[in-house]
Nanobody, 119 residues
Framework: VQLQASGGGLVQPGGSLRLSCAASGKIYSIPYMAWHRQAPGKQRELVASVHSIVTTYADSVKGRFTISRDNAKNTVYLQMNSLKPEDTAVYYC???????????????WGQGTLVTVSS
């Protein structure tokens, strides 16, 4: 199983970006998917998550970021609007994946995609 993230880049303050993360390989179910980020010199933090249809957000991104998923494509998205310089970080997708029915879930991380918000 692999998670492949994409969509990062350079954007001006106030701009928007959409990140995508697709899971591939042998997959039975993906109950939980999330986006984390790590800014230079800081610890990795949870940005947003989706479990079934329930979404959660860090206070710093509420009202600006939207997490969504396409179960048919095993893909999670992060729509980021009104971006601020403090959103600059490497963004990582995360998923709890069950490979076979009845087997324990395992956690997987994507490779990270850099988002830079700067004028």
């Amino acid at each position: 199983v692999q998670l492949q993230a994409s969509g990062g880049g350079l954007v001006q303050p106030g701009g928007s970006l959409r990140l995508s993360c697709a899971a591939s390989g042998k997959i039975y179910s993906i109950p939980y998917m999330a986006w984390h980020r790590q800014a230079p010199g800081k610890q990795r933090e949870l940005v947003a998550s989706v479990h079934s249809i329930v979404t959660t957000y860090a206070d710093s991104v509420k009202g600006r970021f939207t997490i969504s998923r396409d179960n048919a494509k095993n893909t999670v998205y992060l729509q980021m609007n009104s971006l601020k310089p403090e959103d600059t970080a490497v963004y990582y997708c995360y998923a709890d994946i069950r490979v076979y029915a009845g087997r324990p879930m395992r956690n997987y991380w994507g490779q990270g995609t850099l988002v830079t918000v700067s004028s």
